[in-house]
């Protein structure tokens, strides 16, 4: 198994920044890859980006182009999501998710075996 601590998250004014993190703990070593989703009320669940452990391969929502960064650190197990410019609709609960085998579909949510218990991001307007 694998558990997943998501932290950072908060209340920001449109145009700033926050840095979320997502610490990895247990079977790490059977991480491939790590995500990042959303979800706002009444929404469905949206990927905002994802990196291979392997490699260090990035894939990223259009929405999220050019203004986040998701970047991994191995030897802590630690993936982060730098949200730059944020807008009001960037306001969700974010999660952490990771795959524990190759995958060619890290943009969709069923592909992950684990999550994080979620942490809010609110933009104000």
């Known amino acids: 198994q694998v558990q997943l601590v998501e932290s950072g998250g908060g209340l920001v004014q449109a145009g700033g920044s926050l840095r979320l993190s997502c610490a990895a703990s247990?079977?790490?070593?059977?991480?491939?890859?790590m995500g990042w989703f959303r979800q706002a009320p009444g929404k469905e669940r949206e990927f905002v980006a994802a990196i291979s452990w392997s490699g260090g391969s990035t894939y990223y929502a259009d929405s999220a182009k050019g203004r986040f960064t998701i970047s991994g650190d191995n030897a802590k197990n630690t993936v982060y999501l730098q949200m730059n410019s944020l807008k009001a609709e960037d306001t969700a609960v974010y999660y952490c998710a990771a795959v524990r085998s190759p995958s060619r579909r890290l943009r969709e949510a069923d592909e992950y075996h684990y999550w994080g218990q979620g942490t809010q991001v609110t933009v104000s307007s």
């Open positions: 247990g079977r790490t070593f059977s991480v491939y890859a």
